[in-house]
């Protein structure tokens, strides 16, 4: 096997994100050693179990000591205290990175505590499930995803290079780009869907006249698939609109203008309009599945995994 990237990983925060990067590590060889820390102790002892990390901490201060490459991957609000906690203990040159769904707020959290000689190169993979903790994570996780670098004007070039190559050594492919920018482009591509998603579910079930039953049996007519969605962590997705309000605020301006748009058409019986925008909005996904960044399987692929259960004798009703 090839020389490993990084002689001492440690992951500070091991759920989804932390647990499929110890799993694609260990794929590539990327890392000597892997250790870690969490919030609870039952967290830690799970990835020692699973063997994510070889050493557990039950403090973040001992489990980055030595380290050269630090991931943080807790909730974006956790990482700016997490960062003036381990400052003083960081290893010169080490590179110090986060997995933030949002990155300006971040940056703006977390820079202020680095100390010279460390590299602090943020990072967001745009690759996730509705799924936590350290159980959740797989090797794939990463595979063919992008992943989004942020790093600051005058960042160290051989950090930034070698946390890509980390990344690319993972599974991903990966750009660079501006904090700023960064949070506007997810803002429409990931929060605003989690907003809608998290809205309408709850907006089924305030209505009274939907039972619950009604709700859980049509599902199939489109409202499950928001439901996935919807059943994100609650405290990530919290720091997430806390963290990119500037975003989030222009890409609804936006939405509502459209839907506005969509309203009047409605109203109006104006079936031009609205034909036009949803073959708009079809052509798009088509252009994802052309991205490879989803299968164009119907039903995304679920019809299979129906018969497969009916198979095994697990009809369903
Ligand atoms: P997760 O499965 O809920 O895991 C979070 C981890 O952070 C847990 O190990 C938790 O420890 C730890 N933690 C929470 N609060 C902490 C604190 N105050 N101090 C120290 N550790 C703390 O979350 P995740 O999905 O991996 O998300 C982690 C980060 O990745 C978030 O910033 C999120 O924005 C980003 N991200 C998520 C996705 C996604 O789809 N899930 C995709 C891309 C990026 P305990 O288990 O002990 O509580």
Known sequence: MSQPMFE???????????????????RGGLAKEIVGS???RSTVDTALKLGLISKGYDSAIEAVAGADL????????????????????????????????????????????????VHFVPGHPIAGTEQSGPEAGFAELFDGRWTILTPEKGADDAAVEKLRAF???????????????????????????????FNIV????????????????????????????AASDPTMWRDIFLGNKEGVMEMLRRFSADLDELKAAIEADDGETLYRRFAEARAIRRGIVAAGQDTSAPDFGRGATASAEKSEGGAKK
Not at 205 to 229: N, P
């Open 202 to 229: 709850n907006t089924a079930e305030h209505l009274e006249r939907v039972t619950d039953k009604e709700v859980i049996k049509f599902s199939a007519g489109g409202f499950r698939d928001f439901t996935r969605i």
């Open 8 to 26: 001492r990983v440690a992951l500070i925060g091991i759920g989804l994100i932390g647990s499929s990067i110890s799993h694609a590590a260990r």
């Open 70 to 117: 630090v991931i943080l991957s807790v909730p974006v609000g956790a990482c700016g205290p997490i960062t003036a906690e381990i400052a003083p203990h960081l290893k010169p040159g080490a590179i110090l990175t986060d997995v933030g769904s949002v990155k300006a707020q971040v940056v703006r959290d977390m820079a202020p505590h680095v100390p010279q000689g």
């Open 38 to 40: 969490a919030r609870t």
């Open 167 to 197: 990344w690319e050594a993972l599974g991903a492919k990966v750009e660079v780009m501006d904090p700023q920018h960064h949070d506007m482009v997810l803002a429409i591509t990931s929060h605003l869907p989690h907003l809608i998603a």
